[in-house]
């Protein structure tokens, strides 16, 4: 039954306003009755919504329980929760997002993509599968620890982890070919030690290792093909689309290596390819932790550094033809996110609520999973044209202690048939997402006031 305040439209009607909405605001709008819902349905069946979706940051609050996660609009600059499957999200690391999709690692250091819209989720080949990975078993045959090892180690240096602690030490980060939704694609994984890198393909019941490979800092991919940038500023290519990878030598390593700086690879919306380097400062004073969101199963002391603070910001445009870098002092029109999901350039004009010629930036700092996790995370917005303010991304800051926050592209599309998942109609996003969604959120309302409005004026 439809709300009071608008009377029965025809789904038609319904399709084109709907097409018109960011995803957080959909996917409550679809929990308000059942036209509604029918509507909801039909268009990520179609696939009509809204495709150029503004990034949102996607983190937990102790206030929201374990189950939750909250999901704060750039666009509409207001808060949404979500109610997620298990196991619980705040019991899990986060180590990359990309097309709407997460990837975490659960308490037993297994790997999972999940879709905060839908709830889909896909367990990943297990760790145990990789190269450097062997599971110890008790009596009963239950996995109870790990063995690790780095590439051609001898066996004097293996190290044992607990199954909780493996993920700790392990997972550096992860990215994402294409949308797991579609059933085709690639997870490529960052993993101690020496930062390696392993993939493994839809439908894979094993990691890969990308061997001789170390010291990745971060990957992107484009058209197919892997970008990868290490440490040491090197960038090699891999391509996925034969039945073996191949390799080529994009750009020489430069030795120089930065002890504190984060460098990220990103594809431009003209296409080409952006280099960035964000120092960091590990002297900078810690904020204070707000009593209200402490968590007492992070607050150990483990006298481990401060989490670095982002100082400065350099970008340079990668020449693939001319086989350099070349530094450039603004972005134009263009936005960069950067942090622990997959990095994005996007044009303003095209997302007009973001800020043209700034980046937008999240921790991801190696020490919130090497024990910091209770420090107060870095998440800001700042000029190229003057790197020394930070400015907040709301006011006060909205930020979790753990796990760390991350950019996501809200993504309502369900899984095919083609990776098992469900091919019957969307499911109503849950009570919690509609409810505190509709406490703040009088913008559906407000758009179909006006679109009301607009079909009288125009009937006359």
């Avoid at 483990?302 to 400065?312: E, F, H, K, R, V």
């Avoid at 592209?409 to 095919?416: F, G, Y």
């Amino acid at each position: 039954m439809a709300p009071p305040w608008a009377p029965h439209l025809p789904e038609d009607i319904l399709l084109q306003i709907f097409a018109a909405l960011d995803v957080p605001d959909l996917a409550c709008a679809g929990s308000v009755c059942s036209s509604w819902h029918g509507a909801y349905t039909s268009l990520c069946n179609l696939g009509r919504w809204k495709q150029q979706q503004t990034p949102c940051l996607l983190y937990t609050a102790k206030s929201r329980g374990q189950s939750a996660a909250c999901l704060y609009s750039l666009a509409e600059k207001k808060a949404y929760t979500l109610a997620l499957p298990d196991p619980p999200i705040r019991s899990r690391y986060l180590i990359g997002s990309a097309y709407g999709w997460i990837i975490t690692a659960d308490e037993s250091s297994e790997l999972d993509l999940l879709n905060p819209i839908t709830g889909d989720q896909i367990a990943l080949p297990s760790v145990t599968t990789m190269d450097h990975v062997k599971p110890i078993y008790n009596k009963n045959g239950v996995v109870k620890k790990y063995e690790v090892w780095r590439h051609n180690d001898n066996p004097s240096k293996i190290r044992v982890f607990g199954l909780r602690e493996l993920r700790k030490s392990f997972f550096v980060k992860a990215f994402l070919s294409s949308d797991p939704s579609t059933g085709d694609y690639i997870v490529v994984l960052i993993h101690r030690f020496l930062s390696q890198l392993s993939f493994a393909r839809s439908g894979d019941d094993h990691w890969t290792l990308l061997h001789p490979h170390e010291f990745v800092a971060d990957c992107v991919f484009k058209v197919g093909i892997l970008y990868v940038l290490t440490e040491l500023q090197e960038i090699q290519a891999f391509d996925f689309s034969g039945p073996a990878v191949e390799q080529k030598l994009i750009l020489d390593r430069i030795e120089i290596y930065y002890r504190y700086v984060r460098m990220y690879i990103v594809q431009a919306p003209c296409g080409d390819l952006l280099q960035i380097r964000v120092a960091y400062d590990h002297s900078a004073s810690q904020p204070e932790l707000d009593s209200m969101e402490e968590d007492e199963y992070f607050s150990e002391d483990d006298g481990l550094p401060c989490p670095a603070y982002s100082t400065s910001f350099e970008v340079c445009r990668v020449d693939l033809a001319a086989r350099k870098r070349v530094k450039i002092s603004s972005l134009d029109e263009s936005v960069l996110f950067v942090g622990l999901g997959q990095s994005l350039c996007l044009h303003a004009e095209v997302y007009p609520q973001l800020k043209a010629n700034h980046v937008y930036f999240t921790d991801d700092d190696g020490f919130m999973f090497l024990g910091a996790n209770d420090r107060r995370r870095n998440i800001g917005v700042v000029s190229l044209s003057n790197t020394n303010i930070i400015e907040n991304i709301t006011s006060p800051q909205i930020w979790s202690n753990w796990p760390n926050p991350l950019w996501i592209t809200p993504n309502p599309q369900k899984m095919n048939s083609a990776m098992g998942g469900s091919t019957e109609e969307v499911q109503a996003p849950s009570t919690s997402c509609r409810t505190f969604g509709f406490q703040h959120g009088w913008s559906v309302a407000l758009l179909f006031l006006v679109f009301l409005l607009y079909v009288v004026a125009v009937s006359f």
